[in-house]
């Protein structure tokens, strides 16, 4: 029982940022069903863990100010129903946080399926943007093609999620990649490019600004990341021109 419940776990864990691209029900019911998991198989696990407060302290504040803010609503229902359930997160932390230590290599498999799916996903972006529909046959609803949805469908919100997973990407890269690892280096360039496209052509702009603020300071804070981001960055400005 207890190794069914530990392949479900790297099930969940790998599959995770995926589920989003479905909406919001399911990763919410796979929070749950994970919540439910640790708590009656693995409560004995959480005893002995020894997490640093550090690592959770900030969740915590955050958790309890945005709190105490919906107090000052003038709309209570939908300030509380967003606040006063946001520990799962710190749970969810946690919880990963086990399952990484429980499993040494995971993180490289997550790794491979991540580059695989931003792969995909910026694939089909791109092959809405050139064709008017994706590799599905949804269409752009906007009129003269200015945003494109991709596999999210009637939500424009494609840009804001590659967004999100390109900090994943790159701490990975710089978490995991040997010194001189020339295959996984040029692996990041071709999917920073596509994503740094993806976003532009996404048609996103809080999206966009969110990349430029993003690009200025990973370059400025890491020589690894500044390297690789020299090809994505020229090919959008250039893209840029040529738009």
């Not at 430029?212 to 500044?226: E, G, T, V």
């Not at 690789?228 to 959008?236: D, G, L, R, T, Y």
């Amino acid at each position: 029982m207890v190794t069914k419940i530990e392949h479900i776990n790297k099930f969940i864990f790998i599959l995770f940022p995926i589920t989003f691209v479905t909406g919001p029900l399911i990763p919410e019911i796979l929070v749950l069903f994970l919540i439910c998991i640790f708590l009656i198989f693995k409560k004995n696990t959480l005893k002995i863990q020894n997490f640093e407060f550090f690592e959770i302290k900030w969740f915590i504040v955050f958790s309890l100010l945005i709190l105490i803010l919906s107090f000052f609503s003038l709309n209570y229902f939908l300030s509380f129903k967003n606040s006063l359930f946001f520990f799962r997160f710190i749970l969810l932390f946690v919880f990963f946080k086990i399952i990484l230590e429980e499993n040494k290599n995971l993180i490289f498999t997550f790794q491979k399926f991540l580059i695989l799916f931003i792969l995909f996903l910026c694939a089909d972006l791109l092959f809405q943007f050139i064709n008017g529909k994706n590799f599905f046959g949804m269409e752009s609803k906007y009129a003269n093609s200015t945003r494109f949805s991709g596999l999210f469908g009637d939500e424009y919100i494609i840009g804001s999620y590659l967004m999100k997973l390109l900090p994943i990407l790159h701490f990975l890269y710089l978490f995991l990649s040997e010194k001189k690892n020339y295959k996984i280096t040029l692996i990041n360039i071709i999917l920073s490019t596509l994503i740094y496209l993806s976003i532009l052509i996404s048609g996103e702009r809080t999206s966009l600004m969110h990349l430029i603020i993003y690009i200025f300071l990973i370059s400025f804070l890491s020589k690894k990341i500044l390297k690789i981001n020299v090809i994505p960055v020229f090919v959008v400005i250039l893209s840029i021109l040529i738009l």
